[in-house]
């Protein structure tokens, strides 16, 4: 006979504990990057997927390292990739971002940029379009060393528009 069930005899030895894989908050965060993986795209060039996270969630950028099709376009496309990638090792502290990718993409793993993160719309698998973020187009990374040294954790380092209301809550004139 089967022993009954009981709370106390669960074992979480195997377990590994989840990520909070939310949708990652609009603001500039610091995160770590937990993965980084060469992909190649549907029309043959190739992709660096960087897989960040924080306390408060997840992102993923996709950067343009060659594109396939030879006109201009495409050179643009590398180029900014190119300045996306050195971006991440030069704010992440690598000794050499010039040779950094001498590493391979494993020397991006663990490292702990600054990162600005905007609203953005995409369809999910079932064709509804719906509000998430995503890591911003120019300026994406920062160096975590700007942050107050005085934070404990990792997340926001500024919520979203509260700046603003705060600034335009101010009322300039002088009352006397």
């Known amino acids: 006979?089967?022993?009954?069930?009981?709370?106390?005899?669960?074992?979480?030895?195997?377990?590994?504990?989840?990520?909070?894989?939310?949708?990652?908050?609009?603001?500039?965060?610091?995160?770590?990057?937990?993965?980084?993986?060469?992909?190649?795209?549907?029309?043959?060039?190739?992709?660096?997927?960087?897989?960040?996270?924080?306390?408060?969630?997840?992102?993923?950028?996709?950067?343009?390292?060659h594109v396939a099709r030879q006109d201009e376009?495409?050179?643009?496309a590398e180029r900014i990739g190119m300045e996306r990638l050195k971006s991440i090792y030069f704010f992440?502290?690598?000794?050499?971002?010039?040779n950094a990718a001498t590493q391979g993409v494993a020397g991006l793993e663990k490292m702990e940029v600054g990162v600005r993160v905007i609203p953005s719309k995409y369809t999910d698998k079932n064709g509804v379009e719906r509000d998430g973020t995503a890591i911003r187009n120019s300026g994406a990374y920062f160096d975590p060393a700007d942050v107050d040294p005085g934070r404990t954790s990792i997340g926001p380092i500024s919520?979203?528009?509260?700046?603003?209301?705060?600034?335009?809550?101010?009322?300039?004139?002088?009352p006397f």
């Not at 990652?24 to 992909?39: C, F, L, N, S, T």
């Not at 919520?159 to 002088?174: F, H, T, V, W």
């Open 92 to 98: 992440g502290g690598h000794p050499d971002p010039d």
């Open 1 to 65: 006979m089967a022993e009954a069930w009981s709370y106390k005899n669960l074992n979480l030895g195997g377990v590994q504990i989840a990520s909070s894989g939310g949708i990652m908050p609009v603001g500039e965060h610091i995160m770590r990057i937990d993965k980084a993986e060469i992909k190649e795209t549907a029309k043959g060039g190739h992709q660096l997927v960087v897989y960040l996270q924080n306390d408060q969630g997840k992102v993923r950028d996709y950067i343009n390292l």
């Open 73 to 76: 376009r495409a050179r643009t």
């Open 159 to 174: 919520p979203p528009n509260e700046a603003k209301a705060a600034a335009s809550d101010l009322d300039d004139s002088i």
